[in-house]
Structure formats: C-alpha cells, structure tokens
C-alpha cells in the first residue's frame, strides 16, 4: 500500500478537454519555477509569502520545500494539491496550481480552496474546468460537503472564476491575512454538494453556462 493508502480521494489525475489536474512531482521544480518567475507581477500582489526576493522563493530550490509540504499536507489528508496543467500538441505543460486544503473531516467534511494560473493561458477557462474538476472530486471520493475560497475584493479576476461557477458570496473579512506589506480584507465564497448535485455536478454546470454564453 502507498504511504497515500487511506485517504479518501487521494492520489488522482482529473482530466476535462486539455487540463490536466495531477500531483506533483520533483521533477515539475524547474517548470514551477520558470511560471512562477515569469508571473511575478501577475501574482505576488494577490499571494502571502515568505521572506525574500521572489526569484529566491519561487526558485527551483524552493520548490523541494513547497513540495515536502504539500506530500505531507497530501499524506495526512488535509489538503490535495493539484498542479494544473495543459495538454496541447502532444506536450504537457504546467500553467498553474489548485489546492483543496485545510480539510476538516466528521461533522465540517470542509476545505478551502487556493489557486493561481500562468497570465499566459488566463481567460481560456483553465482555471475555471480545474476548479470544477476538484471540487467534483472532493464532493465525491473526497469526501467533502462543503468548499470555500476567500478572496481579496480587488482582485477581479479570481472573483469571476468562483462567481461565474455560482459559488455564493456569504462573508467578509476584514483584515484577514497579511499579502503584500498590509492586513487585507477577503470576500468569503462557498459552495456545498447539495447545491450541485441536481445539475450532475460543477463541471457539468461550468460546460452548460459555456455552451449557453458561446
């Protein structure tokens, strides 16, 4: 048995169309690092950090300690995290990163979620499909009822990922957590399996709403 053995829904590959969702793999450090790098101004104002330069956190050397952390998160069963990955031309590419995280099980069967996506593949729905992906996931062999994802009110474009999927807007938080020199306020969204389960899922909701809008 692999050391992943009993918990619930992990590992897995989901696949939709050309996005991938995978584990990660040691091999994925000088990818991570080169989007990472390369989207510096798209990403470091929305994200918490540690301390240092942004090419020293985000090099391939980091990566080995990102990586450590996420097997354990992944090991224990508190989070699952997805590099999210495109498939096109016969090659696999990594483009961006999606985590359901801080899960509590019993009687809160909740996560969180937190994603980032290349600037380069942004607007083509990636992010949108991995979203729906996971959260089908961790509703069925994940074992979850309920997911939520907190984000910055002045950051648009993640908003419209989770708006446009139909998650509820039900919190705000006020200085939340720190990101870029301050305390910052969140939008609170969530999204539980009942409220899905009639359309087949979020994924078949997410292909609906693009067949209507195209």
Same mark, same amino acid.
Request: aromatic share 22%; hydrophobic share 45%; charged share 10%.
């Given at each position: 048995m692999s050391w992943f053995g009993r918990v619930p829904g992990w590992p897995v590959m989901l696949m939709d169309g050309p996005v991938v969702l995978r584990p990660y793999r040691r091999n994925d450090a000088t990818a991570w690092s080169a989007v990472r790098r390369a989207n510096r101004a798209w990403l470091a104002p929305w994200e918490s950090h540690l301390p240092g330069s942004w090419d020293e956190t985000n090099s391939p050397a980091a990566?080995?300690?990102v990586h450590a952390d996420q097997r354990r998160s992944a090991r224990t069963g508190e989070g699952m *995290?997805?590099?999210?990955?495109?498939r096109e031309d016969g090659q696999e590419r990594l483009v961006g990163h999606l985590n359901v995280g801080s899960i509590v099980r019993r009687a809160f069967c909740s996560g969180y979620v937190g994603y980032w996506v290349d600037s380069r593949v942004a607007g083509r729905g990636v992010i949108p499909t991995a979203m729906a992906l @996971?959260?089908?996931? @961790?509703?069925? *062999?994940?074992?979850l009822h309920r997911v939520e994802v907190n984000i910055r009110p002045e950051n648009k474009p993640s908003r419209r990922v989770v708006e446009k999927l139909g998650f509820r807007e039900e919190a705000y938080h006020v200085r939340y957590m720190h990101i870029d020199g301050a305390w910052r306020d969140h939008i609170g969204y969530a999204l539980t399996s009942e409220e899905v389960a009639a359309e087949g899922g979020l994924l078949a909701r997410w292909h609906r709403m693009r067949h209507e809008a195209g």
């Open positions: 990566f080995r300690y *995290p997805f590099a999210v990955c495109l @996971a959260v089908d996931h @961790a509703f069925g *062999p994940g074992g």
